[in-house]
């Protein structure tokens, strides 16, 4: 079956560093996305990632290795409006998306 | 500057009596997507339309449809909902379906069932 896991919840310090893992188990691979989605709003898309290595964007970088089946999504300088949950999807060998069930970010002063 | 819109934010629906959501972009995106995502859960994916192909999902019940009459529209209808379709239903687009196009999400609709 296909699988992507990824932490409950996780919480950090505002200003602090934050990494999100996830690890995923699909047939096939085309890309790993992550998104954000604040409480009771859509998820709003935040990167892509298709080739291994980082990639950063602001203060948000998300790395792939897809020989290990894992990526992660790296906060820095935590605000307390990133806390949200943080949905890593896959795309499979059928462009089908998987969505793991998100992880659940508290930011506290 | 919206490229998503779904329509109404919220909805409360009598147990058994039929409801539409309905969802329109201004991207000119060739995908339309409709996902169902109850608390804390993953977006679960309900169907899709490519252009005009319609792609239901396997374990989609049969209590919901879907039209699309042209690019810009599409919506979801729920022929009799139940207490366990309460849910946020998320609308959303990308230009195709490669692996390097991204979907963008509508504001979702919140629906209520009494």
């Known amino acids: 079956g296909q699988n992507i896991d990824q932490p409950t919840e996780m919480t950090a310090t505002e200003g602090a560093i934050v990494q999100i893992n996830c690890t995923y188990q699909t047939s096939g691979f085309n890309g790993l996305f992550w998104y954000q989605q604040h409480a009771g709003e859509a998820p709003t898309f935040l990167s892509y990632n298709v080739l291994d290595g980082l990639e950063e964007k602001g203060r948000f970088s998300s790395f792939l290795s897809r020989s290990k089946g894992y990526s992660y999504l790296l906060l820095k300088e935590l605000q307390m409006k990133d806390s949200a949950s943080y949905l890593c999807a896959v795309f499979d060998s059928n462009y089908q998306l998987i969505w793991g069930a998100g992880t659940k970010l508290i930011i506290k002063p | 500057d919206a490229m998503v819109i779904q329509n109404p934010r919220y909805q409360v629906t009598q147990f058994g009596k039929p409801v539409t959501l309905s969802c329109s972009q201004t991207?000119?995106?060739?995908?339309m997507y409709w996902y169902q995502q109850k608390s804390s859960q993953a977006p679960k994916l309900l169907f899709h339309?490519?252009?005009?192909?319609?792609?239901n999902e396997a374990d989609t019940p049969d209590n919901f449809q879907s039209r699309r009459p042209n690019t810009s529209f599409c919506f979801l209808d729920i022929r009799s909902p139940g207490l366990g379709d309460a849910a946020m239903y998320l609308c959303a687009t990308s230009r195709d379906r490669q692996g390097t196009d991204t979907q963008y999400f509508g504001p979702g609709t919140r629906l209520t069932v009494l």
């Open positions: 991207l000119n995106h060739n995908v």
């Open positions: 339309y490519y252009d005009k192909d319609f792609n």
